[in-house]
């Protein structure tokens, strides 16, 4: 079993960054693809980005491009999310989930891929 923890949510003015952390218990975290994904109220869950374990490739959802990236420290123990020029329509829960593979070859953005899930933090983006 897998516990992940995510940090670094919070209240932002619009066109603020914030930056989302994400470490796990287990060392297996640093060999396993990551990807970090949002819910807003009433909405459902949205793939934002992913970034595999082995090449470090990632990928973003278009309404992120440009604007966020994904990253993991040089152990891989920990993957961030740096959010710059956020959007109120980027308020939501933000979770980071990790699969049980080095990379995801397609699918990247569909939650069953993922195995483990951590609890969420909060990002609020006011206008």
């Known amino acids: 079993q897998v516990q992940l923890v995510e940090s670094g949510g919070g209240l932002v003015q619009a066109g603020g960054s914030l930056r989302l952390s994400c470490s796990a218990s287990t060392r297996t975290f640093s060999t396993n693809a990551a990807g970090w994904f949002r819910q807003a109220p009433g909405k459902e869950r949205e793939f934002v980005a992913y970034?595999?374990?082995?090449?470090?490739?990632?990928y973003y959802a278009d309404s992120v491009k440009g604007r966020f990236t994904i990253s993991r420290d040089n152990a891989g123990s920990t993957v961030y999310l740096q959010m710059n020029s956020l959007k109120p329509q980027d308020t939501a829960l933000y979770s980071c989930a990790t699969s049980s593979r080095a990379y995801i070859a397609s699918g990247w953005s569909a939650p069953l891929n993922y195995r483990y899930w951590g609890q969420g933090t909060q990002v609020t983006v006011s206008s």
């Open positions: 970034i595999s374990a082995t090449d470090r490739k990632t």
